[in-house]
């Protein structure tokens, strides 16, 4: 445009952007206006959104009910199967003790002391499970819990009262 001078230019581009802030404005009252009643085709769009939530809770109910129903299963079998494994281990552990006592009877010569290995490797095993059936029922009286509800609450055991008074 040859004939088109700076001063007109301006006024032009001024104009656009004037045109282009209107129709921001426009755009802006237009969504922060109220929306008018839902039509046939929203409330048609809700209807399939929540026909197919529905159906989903559904599937995911039926695979949660299948899924516990093999797990109880499953659990069951994992029971018997330990329950196999109890004689398996007991078998073992009888095969170890003699074969523990025929080397004491091969390096010693002598049968007492071979029986006395045996019953020795019994005794140590019963201290051992003994020991640790002493942890665990420590455990069950939920020393850490008391602690803190100790702790928490400003009160002593009767047990350090009366190591603590002569």
């Known amino acids: ?10 006024e032009a581009e001024q104009a656009e952007e004037a045109a282009q802030q209107g ?23 809700w209807a399939t959104l929540l026909q197919q939530a529905l159906a989903t809770g559904r599937q995911l109910s039926k695979l949660l009910q299948l899924e516990l129903k093999l ?13 196999a494994m ?4 007991v078998l073992a552990w009888l095969g170890l003790s003699v074969l523990l006592a025929w080397l004491v009877f091969l390096a010693s010569g002598s049968v007492s002391l071979s029986l006395a290995g045996f019953v020795l ?24 819990t008391r602690r803190q509800l100790r702790a928490m609450t ?13």
């Not at 109220?34 to 039509?39: F, G, I, V, W």
């Not at 019963?126 to 942890?135: D, G, K, S």
């Not at 400003?154 to 002569?166: A, I, L, R, V, W």
């Open 23 to 45: 129709s921001q404005a426009d755009r802006l009252r237009s969504e922060s206006e109220p929306e008018t009643a839902p039509t046939e085709a929203q409330l048609q769009a």
């Open 71 to 83: 797990a109880v299963a499953d659990g069951l079998r994992l029971l018997f199967v330990r329950l």
């Open 86 to 89: 109890v004689p398996v281990a």
């Open 121 to 144: 490797v019994q005794l140590i095993a019963l201290l051992l499970l003994w020991r640790a059936a002493r942890v665990f029922q420590s455990s069950l009286g939920l020393p850490a």
């Open 1 to 10: 445009m040859p004939g088109v001078t700076n001063s007109q230019s301006a």
């Open 154 to 166: 400003g009160t002593e055991n009767s047990d350090e009262k009366k190591t603590t008074d002569p």
